[in-house]
């Protein structure tokens, strides 16, 4: 699961929902979730301190945008976490 941490007013945080959006669109909506930390009712995870962030099954693996290759061989099982 790739989870995508953004916030309004972010200013990498619309390339961010853009990779998203093309992940979904390569790898389906159940293997990632954006989620708005000014509308999430449940606390952050104490290593997601900065938006954008991206996790990848539970391990932050880029503070900032990742390039889509690296979100690409995460999502597609061929680079390691």
Do not use: K
């Not at 930390?37 to 962030?53: G, M």
């Not at 099954?57 to 880029?62: A, F, I, L, T």
């Amino acid at each position: 699961m790739l989870e995508v941490f953004v916030a309004p007013g972010c200013e990498g945080c619309d390339h961010a929902r853009a990779l998203a959006q093309q992940a979904v669109a390569t790898y389906g909506a159940a293997r990632v979730r954006v989620v708005d930390i000014s509308q999430s009712a449940r606390s952050l995870p104490p290593e997601v301190f900065a938006v954008p962030s991206f996790r990848f099954n539970g391990v932050v693996v880029s503070l900032g945008n990742p390039t889509w290759e690296r979100l690409s061989g995460l999502l597609g099982g061929t680079e390691p976490v």
